[in-house]
């Protein structure tokens, strides 16, 4: 059986919720999910500068900026994968501009 590699970097302060994620992904038997996390949208610049990923997993609450106002910040200066957006208090606004911003 052929497995295929996904980089994932996933963007969470929580590491009960990056624990939680890596343990669903691991479950897949046909993928192998690579997880890189950080913390902080700050940190997830410098992880893509430095990386490839084709994946980005991105919670809407971090502290100092949210989801949203990275996305935003970022149009079109860097080559990003495409996102998942993650978040527990989300609603249909939240959502469609979400996808607005990339």
């Not at 969470?12 to 999910?33: H, P, Q």
């Not at 990923?53 to 106002?69: I, K, M, Q, T, V």
């Not at 978040?87 to 990339?102: F, K, P, V, Y």
């Amino acid at each position: 059986m052929h497995t295929e590699t996904v980089r994932v970097l996933m963007v969470e302060d929580s590491r009960t919720a990056v624990e939680i994620v890596r343990r669903m992904l691991g479950k897949y038997a046909r993928v192998n999910f690579e997880v890189d996390s950080v913390d902080s949208t700050e940190e997830c610049e410098g992880a893509l500068s430095r990386n490839s990923y084709e994946l980005l997993l991105l919670d809407y609450s971090l502290p100092g900026e949210d989801g949203l106002s990275f996305l935003r910040r970022l149009n079109g200066k860097i080559d990003i994968p495409p996102v998942i957006m993650l978040t527990g208090h989300g609603d249909e606004r939240l959502a469609a501009e979400a996808m607005r911003c990339g």
